[in-house]
Protein backbone atom coordinates (compact mmCIF):
# COMPACT_ATOMS: atom_id res chain seq x y z
CA UNK A 1 0.00 0.00 0.00
CA UNK A 2 2.98 2.51 -0.30
CA UNK A 3 2.42 2.87 -3.98
CA UNK A 4 1.24 6.61 -4.44
CA UNK A 5 -2.31 6.20 -4.10
CA UNK A 6 -4.24 7.70 -7.59
CA UNK A 7 -4.94 11.15 -6.57
CA UNK A 8 -1.76 12.44 -6.01
CA UNK A 9 -0.52 10.46 -8.99
CA UNK A 10 -3.32 12.68 -11.44
CA UNK A 11 -2.61 15.60 -9.28
CA UNK A 12 0.09 18.15 -11.28
CA UNK A 13 2.28 20.11 -9.05
CA UNK A 14 1.93 23.30 -10.89
CA UNK A 15 -1.82 23.48 -10.08
CA UNK A 16 -2.22 23.07 -6.60
CA UNK A 17 -3.61 25.69 -5.09
CA UNK A 18 -1.38 27.74 -2.63
CA UNK A 19 -2.06 27.48 1.48
CA UNK A 20 -4.20 30.84 1.02
CA UNK A 21 -6.19 28.95 -1.22
CA UNK A 22 -6.42 25.88 0.82
CA UNK A 23 -7.86 28.03 3.51
CA UNK A 24 -10.29 29.74 1.59
CA UNK A 25 -11.45 26.58 0.42
CA UNK A 26 -11.87 24.56 4.04
CA UNK A 27 -15.37 25.26 4.26
CA UNK A 28 -16.23 23.45 1.29
CA UNK A 29 -13.73 20.82 1.52
CA UNK A 30 -15.32 18.57 4.00
CA UNK A 31 -12.69 15.12 3.89
CA UNK A 32 -9.97 15.06 5.65
CA UNK A 33 -7.50 13.99 3.06
CA UNK A 34 -8.66 16.91 1.37
CA UNK A 35 -7.58 15.33 -2.34
CA UNK A 36 -8.11 11.71 -1.06
CA UNK A 37 -10.94 10.19 -3.38
CA UNK A 38 -13.28 8.61 -0.86
CA UNK A 39 -12.92 4.88 -1.65
CA UNK A 40 -9.31 5.16 -0.50
CA UNK A 41 -11.17 4.79 2.80
CA UNK A 42 -12.52 1.38 2.21
CA UNK A 43 -9.10 -0.10 1.27
CA UNK A 44 -7.94 0.84 5.06
CA UNK A 45 -11.94 -0.98 6.30
CA UNK A 46 -11.04 -3.77 4.02
CA UNK A 47 -8.87 -5.81 6.06
CA UNK A 48 -10.92 -5.15 9.30
CA UNK A 49 -14.19 -6.05 7.60
CA UNK A 50 -12.98 -9.10 6.40
CA UNK A 51 -12.05 -10.91 9.69
CA UNK A 52 -15.07 -9.95 11.20
CA UNK A 53 -17.33 -10.92 8.30
CA UNK A 54 -15.70 -14.10 8.14
CA UNK A 55 -15.50 -14.46 12.11
CA UNK A 56 -18.44 -12.58 13.38
CA UNK A 57 -21.09 -11.90 10.91
CA UNK A 58 -20.85 -15.54 8.93
CA UNK A 59 -21.03 -17.27 12.20
CA UNK A 60 -24.38 -15.30 13.21
CA UNK A 61 -26.15 -15.61 10.53
CA UNK A 62 -25.35 -20.01 10.69
CA UNK A 63 -26.35 -19.25 13.91
CA UNK A 64 -29.88 -18.10 12.62
CA UNK A 65 -30.27 -20.64 10.28
CA UNK A 66 -29.12 -24.09 12.43
CA UNK A 67 -31.51 -22.53 14.43
CA UNK A 68 -34.23 -23.30 11.87
CA UNK A 69 -32.74 -27.20 11.38
CA UNK A 70 -32.78 -30.15 13.70
CA UNK A 71 -29.59 -31.15 13.43
CA UNK A 72 -26.59 -33.52 15.90
CA UNK A 73 -23.86 -31.78 13.95
CA UNK A 74 -22.53 -34.84 12.03
CA UNK A 75 -25.69 -36.30 9.82
CA UNK A 76 -28.37 -34.93 7.43
CA UNK A 77 -30.43 -31.90 9.45
CA UNK A 78 -33.83 -32.06 8.98
CA UNK A 79 -36.17 -28.24 8.43
CA UNK A 80 -37.41 -27.34 11.84
CA UNK A 81 -39.21 -23.86 11.19
CA UNK A 82 -39.39 -22.37 14.03
CA UNK A 83 -40.09 -25.47 16.22
CA UNK A 84 -36.90 -24.93 18.14
CA UNK A 85 -37.70 -21.44 19.06
CA UNK A 86 -41.21 -23.06 20.52
CA UNK A 87 -39.07 -25.28 22.48
CA UNK A 88 -36.93 -22.66 23.98
CA UNK A 89 -40.40 -20.69 25.32
CA UNK A 90 -41.72 -24.07 26.28
CA UNK A 91 -39.76 -26.55 27.69
CA UNK A 92 -39.16 -25.09 31.09
CA UNK A 93 -35.10 -26.66 31.06
CA UNK A 94 -34.49 -23.88 28.54
CA UNK A 95 -36.32 -21.02 29.57
CA UNK A 96 -35.07 -21.40 33.38
CA UNK A 97 -31.49 -20.54 32.04
CA UNK A 98 -33.17 -17.47 30.65
CA UNK A 99 -34.99 -17.18 34.02
CA UNK A 100 -31.87 -17.40 36.14
CA UNK A 101 -29.46 -15.08 34.04
CA UNK A 102 -32.58 -12.61 34.52
CA UNK A 103 -32.24 -13.04 38.56
CA UNK A 104 -28.17 -12.84 38.23
CA UNK A 105 -28.56 -9.23 37.16
CA UNK A 106 -29.97 -8.79 40.71
CA UNK A 107 -26.41 -9.61 41.89
CA UNK A 108 -24.23 -9.00 39.09
CA UNK A 109 -25.49 -5.08 37.93
CA UNK A 110 -27.93 -3.78 41.44
CA UNK A 111 -25.89 -4.64 44.20
CA UNK A 112 -22.23 -3.64 42.42
CA UNK A 113 -23.82 -0.28 41.36
CA UNK A 114 -25.95 0.15 44.97
CA UNK A 115 -22.95 -0.13 47.14
CA UNK A 116 -20.86 1.24 44.58
CA UNK A 117 -22.30 4.43 44.36
CA UNK A 118 -22.76 4.15 48.43
CA UNK A 119 -18.85 3.75 48.76
CA UNK A 120 -17.87 6.05 45.76
CA UNK A 121 -19.51 8.75 47.49
CA UNK A 122 -17.76 8.02 50.98
CA UNK A 123 -14.64 7.32 49.28
CA UNK A 124 -14.58 10.75 47.96
CA UNK A 125 -14.39 12.50 50.73
CA UNK A 126 -10.89 10.55 51.39
CA UNK A 127 -10.20 10.60 47.89
CA UNK A 128 -6.36 12.13 48.31
CA UNK A 129 -5.64 10.10 51.43
CA UNK A 130 -2.90 6.94 50.95
CA UNK A 131 -5.69 4.45 51.74
CA UNK A 132 -7.57 5.29 48.56
CA UNK A 133 -5.19 5.45 46.19
CA UNK A 134 -4.37 1.66 47.60
CA UNK A 135 -7.57 0.93 47.50
CA UNK A 136 -8.60 1.66 44.03
CA UNK A 137 -5.60 -0.72 43.39
CA UNK A 138 -6.99 -3.67 45.46
CA UNK A 139 -10.39 -2.80 44.14
CA UNK A 140 -9.63 -3.63 40.90
CA UNK A 141 -7.83 -6.83 41.18
CA UNK A 142 -10.83 -8.52 40.50
CA UNK A 143 -10.99 -7.23 37.17
CA UNK A 144 -7.49 -8.23 36.41
CA UNK A 145 -7.30 -12.10 37.14
CA UNK A 146 -9.18 -14.28 35.21
CA UNK A 147 -13.03 -15.24 36.00
CA UNK A 148 -12.27 -18.82 36.14
CA UNK A 149 -9.90 -17.88 39.20
CA UNK A 150 -12.31 -16.21 40.59
CA UNK A 151 -14.52 -18.89 40.79
CA UNK A 152 -12.13 -21.91 41.73
CA UNK A 153 -11.23 -19.37 44.80
CA UNK A 154 -14.42 -19.16 45.75
CA UNK A 155 -15.72 -22.44 45.01
CA UNK A 156 -13.21 -22.79 48.08
CA UNK A 157 -14.67 -20.15 50.21
CA UNK A 158 -18.61 -21.34 49.85
CA UNK A 159 -17.93 -24.71 50.33
CA UNK A 160 -18.88 -26.41 53.64
CA UNK A 161 -15.25 -26.20 54.93
CA UNK A 162 -14.26 -22.78 53.45
CA UNK A 163 -14.07 -19.71 55.10
CA UNK A 164 -17.35 -17.95 54.68
CA UNK A 165 -18.74 -20.95 57.07
CA UNK A 166 -16.25 -20.33 59.00
CA UNK A 167 -16.90 -17.00 59.84
CA UNK A 168 -20.63 -18.14 60.35
CA UNK A 169 -19.47 -20.20 63.25
CA UNK A 170 -17.45 -17.95 64.93
CA UNK A 171 -20.29 -15.10 65.33
CA UNK A 172 -22.82 -17.92 66.31
CA UNK A 173 -24.39 -18.76 63.30
CA UNK A 174 -23.51 -21.89 62.71
CA UNK A 175 -26.77 -23.23 62.47
CA UNK A 176 -27.13 -21.68 58.48
CA UNK A 177 -23.58 -23.23 57.48
CA UNK A 178 -24.20 -25.32 54.69
CA UNK A 179 -22.46 -26.11 51.02
CA UNK A 180 -23.24 -22.99 49.72
CA UNK A 181 -22.89 -23.91 46.10
CA UNK A 182 -24.50 -27.33 46.48
CA UNK A 183 -27.43 -26.44 47.92
CA UNK A 184 -30.58 -26.19 45.71
CA UNK A 185 -32.01 -22.84 47.26
CA UNK A 186 -28.68 -21.03 48.13
CA UNK A 187 -26.84 -21.91 45.16
CA UNK A 188 -27.46 -19.19 41.91
CA UNK A 189 -27.26 -16.30 44.99
CA UNK A 190 -24.16 -17.96 45.49
CA UNK A 191 -23.34 -17.81 42.21
CA UNK A 192 -24.62 -14.39 41.99
CA UNK A 193 -21.89 -12.85 45.06
CA UNK A 194 -19.04 -14.29 42.97
CA UNK A 195 -20.32 -11.36 40.23
CA UNK A 196 -21.03 -8.99 42.63
CA UNK A 197 -17.40 -9.55 44.00
CA UNK A 198 -16.39 -9.01 40.29
CA UNK A 199 -17.90 -6.07 39.36
CA UNK A 200 -18.35 -4.38 42.68
CA UNK A 201 -14.14 -2.65 42.20
CA UNK A 202 -15.32 -1.66 38.73
CA UNK A 203 -18.51 -0.26 39.34
CA UNK A 204 -16.78 1.57 42.40
CA UNK A 205 -13.64 2.94 40.54
CA UNK A 206 -15.94 3.97 37.72
CA UNK A 207 -18.18 5.86 39.81
CA UNK A 208 -15.11 7.44 41.78
CA UNK A 209 -13.97 8.85 38.87
CA UNK A 210 -17.51 10.11 37.43
CA UNK A 211 -17.72 12.27 40.63
CA UNK A 212 -14.54 13.51 40.51
CA UNK A 213 -15.72 15.79 37.52
CA UNK A 214 -19.03 16.76 39.70
CA UNK A 215 -18.10 20.59 40.64
CA UNK A 216 -17.36 20.71 44.40
CA UNK A 217 -19.33 24.28 44.70
CA UNK A 218 -22.61 22.06 44.02
CA UNK A 219 -22.01 20.32 47.42
CA UNK A 220 -21.10 23.53 48.99
CA UNK A 221 -23.91 24.89 48.43
CA UNK A 222 -26.34 21.94 49.35
CA UNK A 223 -24.62 22.14 52.13
CA UNK A 224 -25.10 25.77 53.10
CA UNK A 225 -29.22 25.16 52.16
CA UNK A 226 -28.86 22.76 55.06
CA UNK A 227 -28.64 19.60 53.12
CA UNK A 228 -27.77 16.22 54.77
CA UNK A 229 -25.59 13.63 53.14
CA UNK A 230 -28.92 11.62 51.88
CA UNK A 231 -30.15 14.83 50.60
CA UNK A 232 -26.81 15.23 49.36
CA UNK A 233 -26.55 12.11 47.46
CA UNK A 234 -30.12 11.74 46.12
CA UNK A 235 -29.75 15.29 45.07
CA UNK A 236 -26.72 15.74 43.31
CA UNK A 237 -24.42 13.15 43.08
CA UNK A 238 -26.86 10.40 41.35
CA UNK A 239 -28.31 12.63 39.23
CA UNK A 240 -24.93 13.64 38.06
CA UNK A 241 -23.20 10.58 37.44
CA UNK A 242 -26.01 9.41 34.92
CA UNK A 243 -24.10 8.65 32.79
CA UNK A 244 -21.78 6.63 34.92
CA UNK A 245 -24.68 4.36 35.86
CA UNK A 246 -25.39 3.83 32.55
CA UNK A 247 -22.61 2.65 31.92
CA UNK A 248 -22.25 0.09 34.93
CA UNK A 249 -25.06 -1.17 34.51
CA UNK A 250 -24.87 -1.70 30.27
CA UNK A 251 -21.62 -3.50 31.26
CA UNK A 252 -22.74 -6.00 34.38
CA UNK A 253 -26.29 -6.24 32.93
CA UNK A 254 -24.67 -7.76 29.82
CA UNK A 255 -22.02 -9.68 32.15
CA UNK A 256 -24.72 -11.23 34.25
CA UNK A 257 -26.73 -12.67 30.89
CA UNK A 258 -23.75 -13.67 29.29
CA UNK A 259 -22.69 -15.62 32.18
CA UNK A 260 -20.12 -18.59 31.46
CA UNK A 261 -17.03 -18.75 32.76
CA UNK A 262 -17.88 -18.34 36.24
CA UNK A 263 -21.08 -21.00 36.37
CA UNK A 264 -18.74 -23.60 34.77
CA UNK A 265 -15.99 -23.23 37.64
CA UNK A 266 -17.94 -23.23 40.29
CA UNK A 267 -21.30 -25.69 39.28
CA UNK A 268 -21.30 -26.33 35.98
CA UNK A 269 -25.25 -25.19 36.29
CA UNK A 270 -25.89 -27.60 38.87
CA UNK A 271 -27.41 -28.91 41.55
CA UNK A 272 -30.12 -30.14 39.23
CA UNK A 273 -30.64 -26.85 36.74
CA UNK A 274 -30.50 -24.26 39.27
CA UNK A 275 -27.56 -22.26 38.33
CA UNK A 276 -28.09 -22.93 34.39
CA UNK A 277 -27.61 -19.99 32.59
CA UNK A 278 -27.79 -19.33 28.34
CA UNK A 279 -24.58 -19.51 27.96
CA UNK A 280 -23.58 -22.86 29.01
CA UNK A 281 -27.21 -24.28 28.30
CA UNK A 282 -25.91 -23.58 24.77
CA UNK A 283 -22.63 -25.08 25.33
CA UNK A 284 -24.02 -28.39 26.96
CA UNK A 285 -26.40 -28.56 24.08
CA UNK A 286 -23.96 -28.06 21.32
CA UNK A 287 -20.98 -30.00 22.58
CA UNK A 288 -22.05 -33.15 24.75
CA UNK A 289 -26.26 -33.48 23.83
CA UNK A 290 -25.57 -32.51 20.33
CA UNK A 291 -28.88 -30.76 19.46
CA UNK A 292 -27.49 -28.45 17.57
CA UNK A 293 -30.48 -26.89 16.23
CA UNK A 294 -31.86 -25.80 19.64
CA UNK A 295 -28.44 -24.86 20.98
CA UNK A 296 -28.60 -22.43 18.06
CA UNK A 297 -32.09 -21.03 18.79
CA UNK A 298 -31.14 -20.27 22.39
CA UNK A 299 -28.15 -18.59 20.71
CA UNK A 300 -30.08 -16.27 18.90
CA UNK A 301 -32.60 -15.40 21.57
CA UNK A 302 -29.59 -14.62 23.85
CA UNK A 303 -27.86 -12.52 21.72
CA UNK A 304 -31.37 -10.70 20.66
CA UNK A 305 -31.81 -10.12 24.68
CA UNK A 306 -28.54 -8.72 25.24
CA UNK A 307 -29.67 -6.30 22.93
CA UNK A 308 -32.32 -5.45 23.58
CA UNK A 309 -31.43 -4.81 27.04
CA UNK A 310 -28.60 -3.09 26.08
CA UNK A 311 -29.35 -0.55 23.65
CA UNK A 312 -32.28 1.06 25.78
CA UNK A 313 -29.88 1.71 28.81
CA UNK A 314 -27.63 3.17 26.62
CA UNK A 315 -29.92 4.89 25.04
CA UNK A 316 -31.86 6.36 28.32
CA UNK A 317 -28.44 7.18 30.16
CA UNK A 318 -26.80 8.91 26.98
CA UNK A 319 -26.25 12.93 27.82
CA UNK A 320 -28.24 14.67 25.59
CA UNK A 321 -26.98 17.69 26.44
CA UNK A 322 -23.19 17.25 24.68
CA UNK B 1 -15.32 21.43 51.05
CA UNK B 2 -17.25 21.01 54.55
CA UNK B 3 -16.72 17.41 55.36
CA UNK B 4 -17.77 16.11 58.74
CA UNK B 5 -15.34 13.80 60.64
CA UNK B 6 -17.78 11.43 61.20
CA UNK B 7 -18.05 10.69 57.46
CA UNK B 8 -14.55 10.40 56.49
CA UNK B 9 -14.21 7.86 59.04
CA UNK B 10 -16.95 5.86 57.82
CA UNK B 11 -15.98 5.97 54.40
CA UNK B 12 -12.26 4.93 55.70
CA UNK B 13 -14.25 2.06 57.24
CA UNK B 14 -16.27 1.21 54.31
CA UNK B 15 -12.98 0.86 52.14
CA UNK B 16 -11.46 -1.35 54.10
CA UNK B 17 -14.19 -3.40 54.80
CA UNK B 18 -14.76 -3.54 50.74
CA UNK B 19 -10.64 -4.15 50.71
CA UNK B 20 -11.26 -7.31 52.93
CA UNK B 21 -13.51 -8.65 51.24
CA UNK B 22 -11.76 -8.67 48.02
CA UNK B 23 -9.01 -9.67 49.16
CA UNK B 24 -10.21 -12.73 50.73
CA UNK B 25 -10.51 -14.85 48.34
CA UNK B 26 -6.79 -14.79 47.08
CA UNK B 27 -5.88 -14.79 51.13
CA UNK B 28 -7.58 -17.92 50.89
CA UNK B 29 -6.33 -19.72 48.04
CA UNK B 30 -3.05 -18.61 49.50
CA UNK B 31 -3.04 -20.25 53.06
CA UNK B 32 -4.43 -23.50 51.73
CA UNK B 33 -1.62 -23.79 48.91
CA UNK B 34 0.84 -23.92 51.73
CA UNK B 35 -1.22 -26.87 53.70
CA UNK B 36 0.17 -30.23 53.25
CA UNK B 37 -0.72 -31.95 49.22
CA UNK B 38 -3.97 -33.90 49.36
CA UNK B 39 -5.05 -32.67 52.45
CA UNK B 40 -8.73 -30.98 52.98
CA UNK B 41 -8.09 -27.94 55.48
CA UNK B 42 -10.92 -25.84 57.05
CA UNK B 43 -11.41 -22.28 56.33
CA UNK B 44 -8.31 -19.66 56.92
CA UNK B 45 -5.88 -22.02 59.06
CA UNK B 46 -2.25 -21.36 59.03
CA UNK B 47 -0.76 -24.55 58.38
CA UNK B 48 1.62 -25.67 61.49
CA UNK B 49 4.23 -26.78 58.95
CA UNK B 50 3.95 -24.52 55.73
CA UNK B 51 4.56 -26.34 52.67
CA UNK B 52 6.20 -24.18 50.25
CA UNK B 53 6.99 -27.08 47.73
CA UNK B 54 3.09 -27.00 46.38
CA UNK B 55 3.75 -24.29 44.40
CA UNK B 56 7.25 -26.22 43.20
CA UNK B 57 4.65 -29.17 42.25
CA UNK B 58 1.49 -26.86 40.49
CA UNK B 59 4.18 -25.28 38.63
CA UNK B 60 5.30 -28.60 37.19
CA UNK B 61 2.17 -30.14 37.20
CA UNK B 62 0.45 -27.50 35.49
CA UNK B 63 3.39 -27.32 33.14
CA UNK B 64 3.53 -23.44 33.65
CA UNK B 65 6.33 -22.66 30.87
CA UNK B 66 4.75 -24.26 28.13
CA UNK B 67 1.58 -22.74 29.50
CA UNK B 68 3.15 -19.43 29.54
CA UNK B 69 4.91 -19.93 25.98
CA UNK B 70 1.39 -20.85 24.75
CA UNK B 71 -0.42 -18.29 25.90
CA UNK B 72 2.24 -15.59 24.53
CA UNK B 73 2.08 -16.72 21.25
CA UNK B 74 -2.01 -16.43 21.12
CA UNK B 75 -1.48 -12.73 22.62
CA UNK B 76 1.55 -12.11 19.77
CA UNK B 77 -0.59 -13.25 17.30
CA UNK B 78 -3.91 -11.59 18.25
CA UNK B 79 -2.95 -8.33 19.56
CA UNK B 80 -0.99 -6.89 17.12
CA UNK B 81 -2.93 -7.85 14.10
CA UNK B 82 -5.86 -6.51 15.56
CA UNK B 83 -4.39 -3.23 16.89
CA UNK B 84 -3.70 -2.82 13.36
CA UNK B 85 -6.82 -3.60 11.82
CA UNK B 86 -8.45 -1.85 14.29
CA UNK B 87 -6.73 1.59 13.66
CA UNK B 88 -6.55 1.31 9.92
CA UNK B 89 -10.21 0.68 10.08
CA UNK B 90 -10.53 3.47 12.75
CA UNK B 91 -8.61 6.08 10.35
CA UNK B 92 -10.58 5.40 7.66
CA UNK B 93 -14.02 5.85 9.76
CA UNK B 94 -13.13 8.38 11.59
CA UNK B 95 -10.65 10.50 9.72
CA UNK B 96 -10.61 9.82 6.08
CA UNK B 97 -14.73 9.85 6.16
CA UNK B 98 -15.46 7.98 3.53
CA UNK B 99 -18.88 7.39 1.78
CA UNK B 100 -20.77 4.36 3.49
CA UNK B 101 -18.99 4.73 6.49
CA UNK B 102 -21.94 4.98 9.03
CA UNK B 103 -23.33 1.77 7.40
CA UNK B 104 -19.83 -0.22 7.95
CA UNK B 105 -19.86 1.69 11.70
CA UNK B 106 -23.43 0.57 12.59
CA UNK B 107 -22.49 -2.76 11.35
CA UNK B 108 -19.26 -2.88 14.03
CA UNK B 109 -21.11 -0.99 16.71
CA UNK B 110 -24.13 -3.89 16.77
CA UNK B 111 -21.03 -6.35 17.52
CA UNK B 112 -19.91 -4.80 20.69
CA UNK B 113 -22.66 -6.45 22.88
CA UNK B 114 -22.41 -10.06 20.99
CA UNK B 115 -21.89 -13.02 23.54
CA UNK B 116 -19.55 -15.00 22.50
CA UNK B 117 -21.77 -17.94 23.13
CA UNK B 118 -23.78 -16.80 20.20
CA UNK B 119 -22.10 -18.01 17.98
CA UNK B 120 -19.65 -20.13 19.04
CA UNK B 121 -21.55 -23.39 17.72
CA UNK B 122 -20.94 -21.91 14.10
CA UNK B 123 -17.69 -21.29 14.76
CA UNK B 124 -16.70 -24.32 15.93
CA UNK B 125 -17.42 -25.98 12.77
CA UNK B 126 -16.45 -23.16 10.68
CA UNK B 127 -12.78 -23.65 12.09
CA UNK B 128 -12.99 -27.31 11.86
CA UNK B 129 -13.59 -27.13 8.21
CA UNK B 130 -10.57 -24.86 8.13
CA UNK B 131 -8.53 -27.50 9.74
CA UNK B 132 -7.76 -25.25 12.16
CA UNK B 133 -9.17 -27.45 15.27
CA UNK B 134 -6.74 -27.90 18.13
CA UNK B 135 -4.04 -25.52 17.02
CA UNK B 136 -3.70 -22.14 18.37
CA UNK B 137 -4.70 -20.67 14.94
CA UNK B 138 -8.20 -21.60 16.26
CA UNK B 139 -8.33 -18.99 19.08
CA UNK B 140 -6.26 -16.43 17.42
CA UNK B 141 -8.10 -15.63 14.15
CA UNK B 142 -11.44 -15.91 15.60
CA UNK B 143 -10.57 -13.73 18.83
CA UNK B 144 -8.92 -10.76 15.74
CA UNK B 145 -12.96 -10.95 14.61
CA UNK B 146 -14.38 -10.74 17.76
CA UNK B 147 -12.11 -7.68 18.75
CA UNK B 148 -13.20 -5.51 15.95
CA UNK B 149 -15.93 -3.99 16.95
CA UNK B 150 -13.97 -2.56 20.10
CA UNK B 151 -10.95 -2.00 18.50
CA UNK B 152 -12.94 0.15 15.61
CA UNK B 153 -15.07 1.69 17.79
CA UNK B 154 -12.25 3.02 19.86
CA UNK B 155 -9.67 4.22 17.51
CA UNK B 156 -12.75 5.81 15.55
CA UNK B 157 -13.10 8.09 18.69
CA UNK B 158 -9.82 8.95 18.82
CA UNK B 159 -9.24 9.62 14.99
CA UNK B 160 -12.66 11.63 14.94
CA UNK B 161 -10.87 14.18 17.48
CA UNK B 162 -8.05 14.43 15.07
CA UNK B 163 -7.88 18.00 13.44
CA UNK B 164 -8.10 18.45 9.71
CA UNK B 165 -5.62 20.35 9.40
CA UNK B 166 -2.93 18.01 10.17
CA UNK B 167 -3.71 16.05 7.47
CA UNK B 168 -3.89 18.41 4.80
CA UNK B 169 -0.30 20.28 5.70
CA UNK B 170 1.23 16.36 5.35
CA UNK B 171 -0.95 16.05 2.18
CA UNK B 172 0.34 19.55 1.08
CA UNK B 173 3.90 18.18 1.26
CA UNK B 174 3.32 15.22 -0.63
CA UNK B 175 2.39 12.40 1.73
CA UNK B 176 -0.16 9.78 0.17
CA UNK B 177 -2.60 8.01 2.57
CA UNK B 178 -0.72 5.47 3.76
CA UNK B 179 2.66 7.92 4.68
CA UNK B 180 -0.09 9.67 6.44
CA UNK B 181 -1.82 7.17 8.32
CA UNK B 182 1.48 5.45 9.30
CA UNK B 183 4.26 8.26 9.66
CA UNK B 184 1.62 10.92 11.23
CA UNK B 185 -1.73 9.40 12.56
CA UNK B 186 -0.14 6.17 14.17
CA UNK B 187 2.13 8.48 16.10
CA UNK B 188 -0.34 10.30 17.86
CA UNK B 189 -2.33 7.66 18.29
CA UNK B 190 -0.27 6.13 20.76
CA UNK B 191 -1.74 7.00 24.04
CA UNK B 192 -5.25 5.83 22.63
CA UNK B 193 -3.24 2.49 21.30
CA UNK B 194 -1.78 1.26 24.18
CA UNK B 195 -4.60 1.37 26.26
CA UNK B 196 -6.32 -0.38 23.56
CA UNK B 197 -3.30 -2.60 23.32
CA UNK B 198 -3.78 -3.13 27.40
CA UNK B 199 -7.18 -4.21 27.01
CA UNK B 200 -6.87 -6.58 24.05
CA UNK B 201 -3.99 -8.73 26.04
CA UNK B 202 -6.23 -8.88 28.81
CA UNK B 203 -8.90 -10.20 27.46
CA UNK B 204 -6.80 -12.42 24.74
CA UNK B 205 -4.89 -13.68 27.73
CA UNK B 206 -8.42 -14.40 29.98
CA UNK B 207 -10.44 -15.82 27.04
CA UNK B 208 -11.48 -19.34 28.56
CA UNK B 209 -14.60 -19.84 26.41
CA UNK B 210 -12.78 -20.14 23.09
CA UNK B 211 -10.47 -22.14 24.84
CA UNK B 212 -12.34 -24.74 26.04
CA UNK B 213 -14.59 -25.09 23.18
CA UNK B 214 -11.82 -24.77 20.13
CA UNK B 215 -8.48 -26.33 21.61
CA UNK B 216 -8.58 -29.67 23.40
CA UNK B 217 -4.95 -29.76 24.54
CA UNK B 218 -4.34 -27.36 27.60
CA UNK B 219 -1.06 -27.05 26.85
CA UNK B 220 -2.15 -25.06 23.34
CA UNK B 221 -5.01 -22.77 25.15
CA UNK B 222 -5.11 -19.50 27.25
CA UNK B 223 -4.27 -19.73 30.45
CA UNK B 224 -7.72 -19.42 31.35
CA UNK B 225 -8.48 -22.69 29.23
CA UNK B 226 -5.36 -24.25 30.96
CA UNK B 227 -6.58 -23.42 34.18
CA UNK B 228 -10.20 -24.93 33.56
CA UNK B 229 -8.08 -28.30 32.44
CA UNK B 230 -6.07 -28.43 35.83
CA UNK B 231 -9.18 -27.85 37.76
CA UNK B 232 -10.69 -30.84 36.02
CA UNK B 233 -7.36 -32.87 36.63
CA UNK B 234 -6.74 -31.44 39.93
CA UNK B 235 -10.06 -30.62 41.49
CA UNK B 236 -9.85 -33.27 44.28
CA UNK B 237 -6.04 -31.94 45.79
CA UNK B 238 -7.47 -28.53 47.14
CA UNK B 239 -3.90 -27.35 48.28
CA UNK B 240 -2.59 -28.17 45.20
CA UNK B 241 -5.59 -26.43 43.23
CA UNK B 242 -5.05 -23.68 45.06
CA UNK B 243 -1.02 -23.14 44.86
CA UNK B 244 -2.12 -23.74 40.52
CA UNK B 245 -4.75 -21.07 40.47
CA UNK B 246 -2.34 -18.73 42.07
CA UNK B 247 0.63 -19.55 39.52
CA UNK B 248 -2.05 -19.33 36.80
CA UNK B 249 -3.32 -16.15 37.75
CA UNK B 250 -0.06 -14.63 38.77
CA UNK B 251 1.49 -12.93 35.42
CA UNK B 252 -1.54 -10.59 34.85
CA UNK B 253 -1.05 -9.67 38.37
CA UNK B 254 1.87 -8.67 37.78
CA UNK B 255 1.71 -7.12 34.60
CA UNK B 256 -1.00 -5.46 36.31
CA UNK B 257 0.53 -4.30 39.44
CA UNK B 258 3.54 -2.69 36.41
CA UNK B 259 1.54 -0.83 34.58
CA UNK B 260 -1.17 -0.13 37.34
CA UNK B 261 -1.91 3.32 36.26
CA UNK B 262 -2.40 2.35 32.22
CA UNK B 263 -4.55 -0.43 33.08
CA UNK B 264 -7.39 1.61 35.27
CA UNK B 265 -7.25 4.27 32.85
CA UNK B 266 -7.30 2.05 30.45
CA UNK B 267 -10.36 -0.12 31.77
CA UNK B 268 -12.04 2.74 32.76
CA UNK B 269 -11.89 4.57 29.25
CA UNK B 270 -12.94 0.78 28.32
CA UNK B 271 -16.50 0.74 30.13
CA UNK B 272 -17.10 4.16 29.55
CA UNK B 273 -16.68 4.01 25.44
CA UNK B 274 -18.02 0.56 25.20
Same mark, same amino acid.
Given at each position: ??????????????????????????????????????????????????????????????????????????????????? +???????????????? +?? =????????????????????????????????????????????????????????? $?????? +??????????????????????????????????????????????????????????????????? %???????????? %????? =???????????????????????? +???????? %???????? %??????????????????? =????????????? $?? | ???????????????????????? &?????????????????????? &???????????????????????????????????????????????????????????????????????????????????????????????????????????????????????????????????????????? &????????????????????????????????? !??????????????????? &?????????????????????????????????? !??
Amino acid at each position: MTRPTPDSVVDPPATSPGPAAVTRKRGHARAAGLRTPRWVGWLFVAPALGVYAVFVLRPIALTVQYSMYRWDGIGPSTWAGLG +NYARVFTDPDLYDSIL +NA =VKLIVFFSVIPVVLGLMSASTIRRIAASRLALVGRTVLFLPQVIPLVAAGIAWSWLL $SSAGLV +NQLLTSVGLGGVARAWLGDFSTALPAVGVIGAWVLLGLCTILLLSGMSKIDPALYEAARMDGAGPLR %EFLSITVPSLRQ %EIGVC =VTVTVIAALASFDIVYVSTQGGPG +NATMVPGL %EIYYLAFS %ERQVGIASALAVVLMVLVL =VVALPIQWLTKDR $SS | MIVGRRETWTGRLLLVLLMAVTLM &PFLSLFVTALHPSGSYPSGLEW &PRDPQWGNFVKAFQAARMIELVKSSTLIVLGVVPVALLLGTMAGFAIGHLRMAGRNVVFLAFVLGLTLPFEGIITPLYYQVRDMGLLNTRWAIILPLIGLFMPFAVFWMRAHFVNMPDELSESARMDGANVWQLFWRIHV &PLAMPALSSLAILLFLWTWNQFLLAIVLVDDPL !KRTMSGALGAFQGQWGTDM &PLLCAGSLLILAPTLVIFLIFQRRFVTALLQGSL !KG
